[in-house]
């Protein structure tokens, strides 16, 4: 069974649609949303390998002409000049205004893809076919695209939406456990900021860290209350005026990680549940949020075998240095989104140093 939720915006209102085996009628999906009949599929070589034919042969069989063009794994070529060898593909098979680039993989070549085409012929259409977890709950949905400057993750960038989002779940089952359990941390983030049920059906589930412990209802529920908190923050707050800001929770902190430890030591879901734990005890510290649910929270995040201590060798004056340099610093204040309860947060610039500080050291592993 299909579920189908919608992001409504001024401009350009699209589908999430999720379900199972959906892949194979990709084709069909796109059939309906009148495009050119150009297709330039984008993906990596294991994404390919495992579903680039399928995909083709549905366009195909829905009339569709596809090229394709792969790029290399891995965040060190979300550069400019990737960029530029999609732009090659697209001239060398003639892509019209009216044709569409479609990403078939994770995050990376969502963003690329979504990039390339918000500014080939000044925006042609885009579609997102997701292939992790993480971009099937955040990254496909929402219309940020860009790639990295060598100075900062996604300082290059433009606001396109997808013409739809497709989601097979089936396409997990290739997805490496550890990415999953990354997905997994943008997950509890819903929960936490806007999802208390969401939680509550997560808490239930006796392991969350690998995908053959979650059961397929469980997945489908994940994937639909996950796409619709996304959707609906999006639809309230396209271009991130304010709402959209709480996105963020758990991304301050995790943010000044990942850069600190080179983007290498870990990956983003794992920076983003240490940053939901400082954020959650900063929360605590300042009497806005209960004890107990933050250890809710972090029970969670160790449920998916997610991290909740920071890396041993980080240094706490580096982490609140790093803060400063935050996309979301504004006006030299650092913003934090904080719980008050479970399913709801506050956006504040008023977290004293010195709060930081204690609760970083707090999280230190113990020798
Ligand atoms: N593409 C991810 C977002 O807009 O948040």
Redesign the pocket.
């Not at 955040?138 to 695209?145: L, M, R, V, Y």
């Given at each position: 069974m299909a579920s189908v939720i919608t992001v409504n915006l001024p401009q350009q209102s699209y589908e999430i649609t999720i379900a199972p085996g959906s892949l194979n009628r990709l084709g069909e999906y796109m059939g309906d949303l009148k495009l050119g009949h150009k297709v330039l599929l984008v993906s990596n070589p294991t994404i390919f390998q495992h579903y680039g034919q399928r995909a083709i042969a549905s366009l195909q069989a829905a009339g569709f002409e596809v090229v394709h063009h792969i790029i290399p794994p891995g965040e060190q070529y979300k550069t400019l000049n990737s960029i530029q060898k999609i732009y090659d593909a697209a001239l060398a098979n003639r892509l019209e205004r009216s044709s569409t680039m479609l990403a078939l993989g994770g995050g990376v070549i969502?963003?690329m893809t979504?990039f390339a085409s918000a500014t080939w012929l000044r925006g042609i259409n885009f579609v997102q076919v997701p292939t992790s977890l993480l971009g099937m709950v955040?990254?496909?949905?929402?219309?940020?695209?860009g790639v990295n400057h060598p100075q900062g993750k996604n300082l290059i960038g433009a606001f396109h939406q997808p013409s739809l989002v497709l989601i097979d779940p089936d396409v997990l089952q290739t997805l490496p456990v550890r990415e999953l359990r990354g997905g997994m941390a943008e997950v509890i983030k819903y929960g936490v900021i806007w999802d208390a049920e969401l939680f509550a059906q997560m808490e239930k589930s006796k392991n969350l860290s690998q995908l053959r412990y979650i059961k397929a209802e469980l997945m489908d529920f994940i994937l639909t209350c996950s796409c619709q908190a996304k959707a609906d923050v999006?639809s309230k707050d396209e271009k991130e005026a304010g709402l959209r800001a709480i996105?963020n929770y758990g991304h301050t902190i995790g943010h000044a990680v990942e850069s600190l430890t080179g983007y290498t030591q870990l990956i983003h879901g794992e920076a983003v549940a240490i940053g939901m734990v400082a954020a959650g005890q900063i929360a605590v510290q300042l009497g806005i949020w209960q004890s107990e649910d933050t250890q809710r929270q972090d029970a969670l995040i160790q449920k998916a075998g997610l991290p909740t201590k920071l890396p041993a060798d980080l240094d706490i004056d580096a982490i609140v240095d790093a803060l400063q340099t935050d996309k979301k610093v504004k006006d030299g204040k650092v913003r934090f989104i904080l719980p008050t309860q479970i399913g709801v947060v506050e956006i504040t610039d008023k977290v004293p140093a010195n709060t930081i500080r204690q609760v970083l050291a707090d999280m230190k592993p113990s020798a």
């Open positions: 969502g963003d979504g955040d990254a496909a949905i929402g219309g940020k695209t999006v996105l």
